[in-house]
């Protein structure tokens, strides 16, 4: 499984992008697919998560502005960002959850200029 991640750059707070993640290779069963962060000199975190069955989960400091989707037909989960504020600023990953492993995508840059 391989996960292609695009869609960060910099932006101005209040600011919106759209990141996406395509994923290719052979996925028989998923139990979710995410989104993490990892700002400068910190730990990756958890941004937001969506489930086989639909259910989403947002980290707090995120909740109102981002949302996550994803197109089963394309493979690919987005995450909508909203009101971008500096602390967003981090390279994002996408993950995928499967009983057998954890998958990676390479990270994408988001950079909020306040």
């Known amino acids: 499984v391989q996960l292609q991640a695009s869609g960060g750059g910099l932006v101005q707070a209040g600011g919106s992008l759209r990141l996406s993640c395509v994923a290719s290779?052979?996925?028989?069963?998923?139990?979710?697919t995410g989104w993490y962060r990892q700002p400068p000199g910190a730990e990756r975190d958890l941004v937001a998560r969506i489930t086989s069955g639909g259910t989403t989960h947002y980290a707090d400091s995120v909740k109102g502005r981002f949302a996550i989707s994803r197109d089963n037909a394309k493979n690919t989960v987005y995450l909508l960002m909203n009101s971008l504020k500096p602390e967003d600023t981090a390279v994002y990953y996408c993950?995928?959850?499967?009983?057998?492993?954890?998958?990676w995508g390479q990270g994408t840059l988001v950079t909020v200029s306040s």
């Open positions: 993950n995928l959850d499967t009983p057998m492993s954890d998958y």
């Open positions: 290779g052979s996925m028989f069963s998923i139990n979710a």
